[in-house]
């Protein structure tokens, strides 16, 4: 899967939309993933789950710094994301699954707060960006 | 098997009951033809799917997406057999349509998405998680019958 350069506008154009929300959508996205997918809860058990949460908040706002970092990168995201990328491989090791569960909830979050935005061809770009970075998350594992 | 709580059931019948069916299955359809093209690999008699904007306003597209979507709409007057309910479309798409039940997941959740666009704010992470769940037991429902 490669990102194409329409791939790539979309992408940074969705970004600059969401601007200063990066961070309270990542909550969000995170909140969701919690309330829909229950088994991604066994990572948290160290969390403060409830809505609100200020542990939900700055995770939230780490994840949504890394995907702007990313989108930053978008012509070498393994080279980005490598520190983060031996992260989950050697210490986190958050089975691969969850990113997509993850992937899902931030669609929905930006489906929801950004509608105007989130055309067929721009959802298509960003399912692609996430779906990219989670591959490069998980690469290192084996 | 899903089980549904009342209040579940309840989310899920309310948020129905403003949904236009016609419009929303166009649109979920639709993004999971651009989206995922190779689910375009059951649609070779639909015409043009040549790009984003042929395929959300491709007239078969509309159609397929609102016949999916009604079909729906009888699941949620059946919560609690959703496999009886599907029997004879999952018999269907397993024997005549040869559909990988992968592809239920994925229309599930293109739903899922274009609720969040229409609702906004109102798809509280706990609506959606309500929703979550009927789409899954959907696609195990149309999938129980595969052999």
């Known amino acids: 899967m490669v990102l194409s350069a329409a791939d790539k506008n979309n992408i940074k154009a969705a970004w600059n939309a969401i601007g200063s929300h990066a961070g ?5 996205a995170l909140e969701r993933m919690f309330h829909s997918f229950p088994t991604t809860k066994t990572y948290f058990s160290h969390f403060d789950l409830s809505h609100g949460s200020t542990q939900i908040k700055g995770h939230g706002k780490k994840v949504a710094d890394a995907l702007g970092n990313a989108v930053n990168h978008l012509d070498d995201i393994p080279t980005a994301l490598s520190a983060l990328s031996d992260l989950h491989a050697h210490e986190l090791r958050v089975d691969p699954v969850n990113f997509r569960f993850l992937s899902h909830c931030l669609l929905v979050t930006l489906a929801s707060h950004h509608p105007g935005e989130f055309t067929p061809a721009v959802h298509a770009s960003l399912d692609k960006f996430f779906s990219t970075v ?5 690469s290192k594992y084996r | 098997m899903v089980h549904f709580t009342a209040e579940e059931k309840a989310i899920i019948t309310s948020l129905w009951g403003k ?5 929303a299955g166009g649109e979920a359809l639709g993004r999971l033809l651009v989206v995922y ?6 649609f070779d008699n639909f015409g043009n799917l040549s790009s984003a904007s042929a395929i959300m306003g491709n007239p078969k597209v509309k159609a397929h997406g609102k016949k999916v979507l009604t079909s729906l709409g009888e699941a949620i007057k059946n919560m609690d057999d959703l496999k009886g309910t599907f029997a004879h479309l999952s018999e269907l798409h397993c024997d005549r349509l040869h559909v990988d ?4 997941k994925l229309l599930g959740n293109e739903l899922v998405i274009v609720l969040a666009k229409y609702f906004g704010k109102e798809f509280t992470p706990q ?3 309500a929703w979550q769940k009927m789409v899954a037991g959907v696609s195990i429902a149309l999938a129980h019958k595969y052999h």
């Open chain 1, 24 to 28: 309270d959508h990542g909550a969000e």
């Open chain 1, 134 to 138: 989670s591959t490069v998350l998980t």
């Open chain 2, 101 to 104: 039940p992968e592809n239920f």
């Open chain 2, 37 to 42: 093209p190779w689910t375009q690999r059951f």
């Open chain 2, 19 to 23: 949904v236009n069916v016609e419009e």
């Open chain 2, 127 to 129: 609506v959606q998680a």
